[in-house]
């Protein structure tokens, strides 16, 4: 079999190769070449991935010579008419397209407001009208299907996507939570973790983590559009993907009138024309703190569709439903009411913070009905109170319930003066339930609102296409500690998991900040005034260890300004970052993040599961001068007295090391100011 080998030159600047001199070129390999397999390496030359068509469409993943992935068996089903096309029995037609990209991406919302990208494609062309699209990172291995010779109305019945590893390596898989429906559910799980070979059959959502000792390998997905999201179950050595079927029948739950999924299709989507689908992604880190900072997902979404979002402010929210409105010390009667909220602004307004979210409740969640105000709530007179006070309003409700009124919503609304909405509870994955958060993200944009998405599956880089998107949940969020039983769920362990796992896909709207912190000996579900697993330098560092635009201050604001010196410095903490890193840390165990602002100051926060650390951290990244630290550390007592901590300032340079001791389940947050 003839091979033939592509070179590129590439200008020194664009080198793979770093220290090379200015104005020099290289000769290297990208492409490999056959009649029935087509190679493409990464810029470093260190991932590559092979295309096969022989005994079917499979794709293998290397890293440095040694297997990835063993094999990714691949198809997709197109029917149209009496016709089926089946992707995985064609066969590859001739040499690819093939291209090196080299490029800087601006993201200032994101976590890095700007960062580069680099990568090899080469566009194989197959024997039945359908492309695939493969990129090499260093990062990473992506693939999607592009079908260029189809008209007209088809459906896909099915996509196979079938991981095989060469080992039962250990697994870190969300399992579903509704075992009857499982591809009905908030996306929310733990992560369990075992070999391959003794995991669930249960469905997992994704990001899906693999441990092969030597590098972390995540399975990802980027750009879903008008399609179904994938889900993972373990078979053998395998992670084999799924797909909701498209929805054929609805009906609604009858105390949010929410819409759910009472039966389907055989086939997963449909479909018009020749499009693109969404991106596979196999990402792949030799060190876990290379984890949560992996661009792959952002950097392969479709680029921003709305024009200017300057109108865009990410910003920090005092929210009610957690804490259940139980404030206390005043003269009325808490709850869903025009006192309440009044004193909920007056609070953001003391401490600076931009908004505050109006939860459940104030709209009669059975009727769906969003234009009509409880009779406890007037919104025209909170929206101007809070105006005054200079906070905005963030308002709840369920995605179909905003998705069949949205333009009438939406113009009454922003009209108004309130700044987006909190949306929950689509529960779901299918074609329609994507094509229902695009349609809406779309329309808000047009009216200038922002959109904070709840009970929906991780963010696939639809933030970068629709900028007003400023947090997804899809995450273990802190609102499970009101109604986990202590021993049923390990909070720590699941802080210090997520990050290198599902931060790999985007935004994360945990909801931190309960200042009930207690031990894991203490610790009980309380539904009013809920509790915390770990320290309050645990709670207080996920402000700087999560991606997370809108920040949610959870507890209620009676014990904040109780509580003065940790709300004021959480409340001095940006919500727009510049860049991010992670310093130290092992999934599992333990993390500890840096992240810069627009200003030039330098954030620092630590987190570790139950089991106690100390660390050295160097100080090297500071530039030269003297500085001052302002440092949040456990308390001597943090140990048995949760909520034990010790506030100091102290002057740094970039000689500096700090010692830091983290409690059982603690943490730790610096703020460093540029002087």
Known sequence: MKIFQLFSLYPSSLSPFGGVRRGLLFLFPLFTLSLSAQTVTSPNGKLSATLLDEGGLTLSISDEGKTVVKSVKMDLVISQGKKTVHVGEASI??????KSVSEDITAPLYRQAQFHVAYNQATVRLSCGVNVELRAFDEGIAYRYVTTG??????????????????????????????????????????AKAPITRQSSLL???????????????????DLEAYPGMFLHAEGLNLKASFAKYPKTTDHYQWRDQLYVTSTENYIARCTGNRSFPWRIVAVAHDDTEMPVNNMVYALATPNRIGDYSWVKPGRVAWDWWNDWSISGVDFVSGINNDTYKY?????????????????????????DLLTTIPEIDLPMLTQYARQKNVRLILWCVFNCLDRNIEAICKKYSDMGIAGFKVDFLDRNDQTGVEMIYRIADVCARYHMMLDYHGIYAPTGINRT?????????????????????????????????????????????????FRNATAKDFQPVNNNPMT???????????????????????????????????????????????????????????????????????????????ARDISLPLSFLPAG??????????????????????????????TTLDIHMASGGGFVIAIKND
Request: with cysteine; hydrophobic share 35%; glycine share 6%.
């Open 204 to 222: 997992a959502f994704l990001p899906v983590t693999i441990d092969e000792s030597v590098r972390k390998v995540t399975i990802m997905e980027s």
């Open 150 to 191: 189809f008209k007209g109305d088809y459906i896909i019945e099915n996509e196979q996507a079938d991981f095989t590893f060469d080992d039962d390596y250990v697994s870190y898989l969300p399992l579903t939570t509704n075992p009857r429906k499982p591809e009905a559910m908030a996306f929310q799980a733990t992560y």
């Open 93 to 98: 037609a001739g040499k690819p397209a093939v």
């Open 533 to 611: 697993m770990g320290t309050r330098c645990h709670q207080m560092a996920h402000y700087v260890v999560h991606e997370s635009p809108l920040t949610m201050f959870a507890d209620n604001p009676t014990i904040y300004m109780q509580e003065h010196e940790c709300t004021s410095f959480l409340a001095s903490l940006p919500s727009r970052y510049t860049s991010m890193q992670i310093l130290q840390g092992k999934m599992g165990e333990y993390i500890v993040t840096l992240r810069t602002d627009e200003r030039g100051n330098y954030y620092v926060a630590g987190e570790t599961s139950w089991q």
């Open 344 to 368: 909920y602004i007056d609070f953001a307004s003391k401490y600076g913070l931009e908004y505050i979210i109006l939860d459940e409740g104030w709209y009669k969640p059975s009727s769906g």
């Open 626 to 655: 003297t500085h001052t630290a302002i440092i949040m550390t456990d308390g001597v007592n943090a140990d048995h007295v949760a909520t034990d901590y010790k506030a100091k300032t102290q002057q740094v340079t970039s000689t």
């Open 466 to 514: 629709y900028p007003n998107i400023v947090n997804f949940e899809a995450v273990f969020g802190m609102e499970e500690a009101k109604w986990t039983k202590n021993g049923e769920q390990d909070m720590p362990l699941y802080d210090v998991t997520f990050p290198y796992i599902r931060m790999q896909s985007g935004y994360v709207d945990f909801t931190p900040g309960g």
